[in-house]
């Protein structure tokens, strides 16, 4: 492997949330998750415009800490489509 250990800094990932109708979810439901950079980023999808739209971006290591504490309350069931409906900005 030319980069190695693959850390946040050296993984590009895309997530799409699409469903049964193979269709984006409506806002505020987030539609794509991308990670770049040590950054996570959050869009929704407009419809109208037909194309995402920035919502929220954080830190890998602070959206890493949210979800490892939620795994300790008990609080992350394993449903993370459910948990990322509630991702808000501020």
């Not at 190695?4 to 439901?29: Q, R």
């Not at 490892?68 to 501020?90: F, H, M, Y």
């Given at each position: 492997?030319k980069d190695y250990p ?13 469903g049964d109708d193979h ?68």
């Amino acid at each position: 492997m030319k980069d190695y250990p693959i850390t946040s800094k050296n993984v590009n990932m895309m997530i799409g949330f699409s469903g049964d109708d193979h269709d984006y979810p409506d806002p505020p439901s987030i539609a794509l998750v991308m990670t770049a950079n040590d950054k996570v980023n959050y869009a929704r999808y407009d419809k109208i415009r037909r194309k995402f739209i920035d919502d929220y971006e954080e830190s890998y290591y602070d959206a890493l800490r949210i979800v490892r504490e939620e795994e300790l309350s008990g609080k992350n069931s394993g449903d993370q489509a459910e948990s990322l409906k509630c991702i808000s900005p501020g």
